[in-house]
């Protein structure tokens, strides 16, 4: 285990994933005040379609995309399917 401490009010946060482990992820970055999340989904199930509003983008990201953000979290996203 390796603790950090992320202060989401000043970073870009991309979010990678599907379902319902990302609506929560997402929600808990809400609930902490997490101002830059993105949100990348190419099946995205409809509640997360909705906490994500305009910040949803469908489509996996690209190199652009990494590079922008401060950091990424990828969370139940098919990595065979993906590749």
């Known amino acids: 285990m390796f603790p950090i401490n992320l202060d989401l009010t000043r970073l870009s946060v991309a979010l990678v994933g599907n379902g319902q482990a990302?609506?929560?992820?997402?929600?808990?970055f809400d609930g902490d005040g997490a101002k830059y999340v993105t949100v990348y989904s190419e099946d995205p199930i409809p509640e997360l379609t909705e906490q994500a509003g305009?910040?949803?983008?469908?489509?996996?990201?690209?190199?652009?995309?990494v590079n922008a953000a401060s950091i990424m979290f990828i969370i139940d996203l098919d990595l065979k399917k993906a590749a």
């Open 22 to 28: 990302t609506l929560n992820r997402l929600r808990q």
């Open 54 to 65: 305009d910040r949803l983008q469908r489509y996996l990201p690209n190199s652009a995309d």
